[in-house]
C-alpha cells in the first residue's frame, strides 16, 4: 500500500462538460475525505465519509458537486455542469476514526482546469 | 465560527536563524491543532499536533488557550526546512473535518 491514490492526477476540461475523480484511500481506513484547494488558499473542506456514509457535505458543495462511496473503499468526486470556477486541485485523504490516531493521510491531489 | 489565520504568507530567514510561522484560530469549544507541511512537488503531510507534544524535524508548537495561538518554532533553521506550512484545526477528539490557514511559504536561504 503506497498511500492515498488519485486519478487522474491532471484533467483539463471545457466549461459545461462533466467530470469525474477517483480516490483510493489506504486500505484499512474507514474515513475518506474531499477538500478542494484553489491558488494561494489552503485546503477547503467539501464533504466525508465514513464507511459509505457520506456524514457532511460543505455548503461549498453545489448541486452540480456529488460524492460517492459505494462499498465503503473508493470514492468517486463528479462534478457537473462545470464552470471556471471550479478549477482548482481537487485532494482525498484518508483516515482512522479512533480516538488515538485520527491522522488524515492526503492523496497527491487531481488539479482540474476548465477552459 | 472557526478559522485560522496564518497571518504571514511569505517568510523568509537564514539558515542557523530561529524561526516562528505564526498561527492563531478561533473555534467554540476544544479544538485539536495540527501543523501540515508540503514539501515542493510531495503531497501535503502531518508535522505535529498539539495533542502529541511532539518534536518533528526540530520543530515544536505549543497550544495557547489564552492567545487561541499554536504558533509553530524552530531553533535553528535548515534548508531543508524550505516548504509551504498549513495550521490546521478540527474537533478534539473526532476524525472529523480539518480547517486550514492560507498557509505560509517559508524559505530558508543559504
Known amino acids: 500500500d503506497t498511500g492515498v491514490s488519485q486519478d487522474p492526477r491532471h484533467k483539463i476540461t471545457k466549461r459545461g462538460q462533466n467530470v469525474t475523480f477517483r480516490c483510493d484511500p489506504i486500505s484499512e481506513h474507514n474515513r475518506l475525505y474531499w477538500y478542494r484547494q484553489t491558488l494561494g488558499q489552503g485546503p477547503e473542506f467539501l464533504t466525508y465519509?465514513?464507511?459509505?456514509?457520506?456524514?457532511?457535505k460543505s455548503r461549498l458543495l453545489s448541486d452540480r458537486f456529488s460524492a460517492e462511496r459505494p462499498k465503503g473503499s473508493f470514492s468517486t468526486l463528479e462534478i457537473q455542469r462545470t464552470e471556471q470556477g471550479d478549477s482548482a486541485m481537487y485532494l482525498c485523504?484518508?483516515?482512522?476514526?479512533?480516538?488515538?490516531?485520527?491522522?488524515?493521510?492526503f492523496g497527491p491531489g487531481t488539479r482540474l482546469t476548465v477552459l | 465560527a472557526q478559522r485560522v489565520t496564518q497571518p504571514e504568507k511569505l517568510l523568509s530567514v537564514f539558515k542557523g536563524a530561529p524561526v516562528e510561522l505564526k498561527c492563531n484560530y478561533s473555534y467554540s469549544g476544544s479544538p485539536e491543532l495540527f501543523w501540515y507541511v508540503q514539501y515542493s512537488r510531495q503531497r501535503l503531510q502531518l508535522l505535529l499536533r498539539h495533542i502529541s507534544r511532539e518534536s518533528i524535524k526540530g520543530f515544536t508548537a505549543d497550544l495557547n488557550k489564552g492567545e487561541t495561538s499554536f504558533h509553530l518554532k524552530k531553533p535553528f533553521a535548515q534548508e531543508e526546512d524550505s516548504a509551504m506550512y498549513y495550521c490546521?484545526?478540527?474537533?478534539?477528539?473526532?476524525?472529523?473535518?480539518?480547517?486550514f490557514g492560507k498557509g505560509t511559504k517559508l524559505t530558508v536561504n543559504p
Open positions: 465519509f465514513q464507511n459509505e456514509a457520506q456524514l457532511e
Open positions: 490546521a484545526l478540527s474537533r478534539q477528539g473526532g476524525s472529523e473535518k480539518l480547517v
Open positions: 485523504a484518508s483516515s482512522l476514526a479512533n480516538e488515538w490516531d485520527n491522522e488524515q493521510f
